[in-house]
Nanobody, 126 residues
Framework: QVQLEESGGGSVQAGGSLRLSCVGH???????MAWFRQVPGREREGVAA?????????RYADSVKGRFTIAKDNALNTLYLEMNSLKPEDSAQYYC???????????????????WGKGTQVTVSS
């Protein structure tokens, strides 16, 4: 079972940038991976997803298109989320997730993922 560890969260002003990282302990090469976020009292939201073997195959939530970029460095076994032009509504706990195996289609549904990290907090102030 792959274990995931997120880092890179923090507090920034609106308009700023952050880069989140998710290191996989175990093989993540053949998998779908994704970033999700959740605010207390609200449903978890899929932010971005990627096919770890074909890293140009990505999917984004409409709310982050053009501002966030998901990327995967298979040599480092690390997933990234580059977040630019951050808004206060981007504030949330961000989670990394993986579904090992062939990635038929990167999904933004939480039910598509088997293993999750513990999360990293992002706070954007206005």
């Amino acid at each position: 079972q792959v274990q995931l560890e997120e880092s890179g969260g923090g507090s920034v002003q609106a308009g700023g940038s952050l880069r989140l990282s998710c290191v996989g302990h175990g093989s993540t090469y053949r998998s779908c991976m994704a970033w999700f976020r959740q605010v207390p009292g609200r449903e978890r939201e899929g932010v971005a997803a990627i096919d770890s073997e074909e890293v140009t195959r990505t999917r984004y939530a409409d709310s982050v298109k053009g501002r966030f970029t998901i990327a995967k460095d298979n040599a480092l076994n690390t997933l990234y989320l580059e977040m630019n032009s951050l808004k206060p509504e981007d504030s949330a706990q961000y989670y990394c997730a993986i579904n090992p195996g062939i990635c038929w289609s990167p999904s933004l549904l939480g039910s598509a993922y088997a293993n999750w990290g513990k999360g990293t907090q992002v706070t954007v102030s206005s």
